[in-house]
């Protein structure tokens, strides 16, 4: 147990499907992130919120769209998904974005197949 | 872009064995980070080191911060069952903890 959770820890959708993914962390952190983990490649940043708003957008496909309530909750929403897009998709949070504190901790992630 | 090489792509080794896996880049890197992954779970920092030279322990694992700042080793010595998993290096490159570039990872099997 990390102090960042994430649910659900597995989701398989079709193509035509709405779905979310949701992490909360518990470590008072005010920095989130979203990766994304596909097989034999490295991890891939793909959004990043400090104190609620965005501030990295890495040439995401609209098909995800995040969302950051406060700074304990970071949604993923997902629509119209490709195969392609199937991946584990991990949530992190930070101290900050700054790097004088400690390095960013993971949740389990979330094992994503899209039919 | 940068790109972070990770070796070997994997190891299968016998309990009690070292072990030694490097991370090189042609780019500087101000931070390193060591990441462990076990099937199922997020990565898991093992260390972080920044300065280069640095030399770090935690328990049995030894890493380093290379003097050029293209690269980083981990070892892992006396191996044991549970070591078992995906080591991730990650360099960051940036002011910010999201300019970190990862490695594809080393998957590490240890037979007892």
């Known amino acids: 147990e990390t102090g960042v959770t994430q649910t659900p820890r597995h989701l398989v959708m079709g193509m035509t499907n709405k779905k979310s993914l949701k992490c909360e962390q518990h470590?008072?952190?005010?920095?989130m992130y979203w990766y994304k983990q596909s097989a034999k490649k490295p991890l891939e940043l793909m959004f990043v919120?400090?104190?609620?708003?965005?501030?990295e957008n890495n040439s995401v496909p609209s098909r995800f769209s995040p969302e950051c309530p406060n700074s304990s909750h970071l949604f993923l929403h997902l629509h119209t998904l490709q195969p392609e897009d199937s991946a584990l998709y991990l949530c992190?949070?930070?101290?900050?974005?700054?790097?004088?504190?400690?390095?960013?901790?993971f949740g389990p992630g979330t094992r994503l197949t899209v039919l | 872009g940068q790109q972070l090489n990770q070796s070997p792509q994997s190891m299968f080794i016998q309990e009690g064995e070292d072990v030694s896996m490097n991370c090189t880049s042609s780019?500087?890197?101000?931070?390193w980070l060591w990441y462990k992954q076990d099937p199922g779970e997020g990565p898991v920092l093992l260390i972080a080191l920044y300065k280069a030279g640095e030399l770090t322990s935690n328990g049995r694992l030894t890493a380093q911060f290379g003097i050029t700042r293209k690269d980083s080793f981990l070892n892992i010595s006396a191996s044991i069952p549970s070591d078992v998993g995906i080591y991730f290096c990650a360099g960051r490159y940036g002011g910010s903890q999201g300019n970190l570039i990862f490695g594809k990872g080393t998957k590490l099997s240890v037979k007892p």
């Open positions: 780019s500087i890197f101000n931070t």
């Open positions: 470590l008072g952190h005010n920095a």
């Open positions: 919120y400090n104190f609620k708003e965005q501030t």
């Open positions: 992190a949070s930070s101290q900050s974005t700054g790097t004088s504190g400690r390095a960013m901790v």
